[in-house]
Nanobody, 119 residues
Framework: QVTLVESGGGSVQAGGSLRLSCKFA????????????MGWYRQAPGKQRELVAK???????NYADSVKGRFTISRDNSRKTMYLQMNSLKPDDTAVYYC?????????WGQGTQVTVSS
């Protein structure tokens, strides 16, 4: 019943910004609050899927070295939505970005949203 609905992808020039959203549709608030881990992953053509950022209960946030200082992960409990603010985008950030809930191996995934950064 729960669906992760992503939005915010698109095409921008290097140095631009995007904000990705992942709405946890049809999930009650208490369940959303109790999620152990949620985050964003990305996969570029010819490369493996990699963790971009995650937020974990009792731990906080964690970022890939390549995006530290540029990306910010957050969540809004009232909206049951997770966000990824992406600033100072680089061509190497070009990838399909996926919303994840519950971990990479056994969690739930969004459909993916394309982010393209041109030089």
């Amino acid at each position: 019943q729960v669906t992760l609905v992503e939005s915010g992808g698109g095409s921008v020039q290097a140095g631009g910004s995007l904000r990705l959203s992942c709405k946890f549709a049809r999930m009650i608030l208490s369940t959303f609050i109790g999620i152990d881990q949620m985050g964003w992953y990305r996969q570029a053509p010819g490369k493996q899927r990699e963790l971009v950022a995650k937020i974990s209960r009792g731990v906080g946030t964690n970022y890939a070295d390549s995006v530290k200082g540029r990306f910010t992960i957050s969540r809004d409990n009232s909206r049951k939505t997770m966000y990824l603010q992406m600033n100072s985008l680089k061509p190497d950030d070009t990838a399909v970005y996926y919303c994840n809930s519950g971990g990479e191996d056994v969690g739930s995934w969004g459909q993916g949203t394309q982010v393209t950064v041109s030089s």
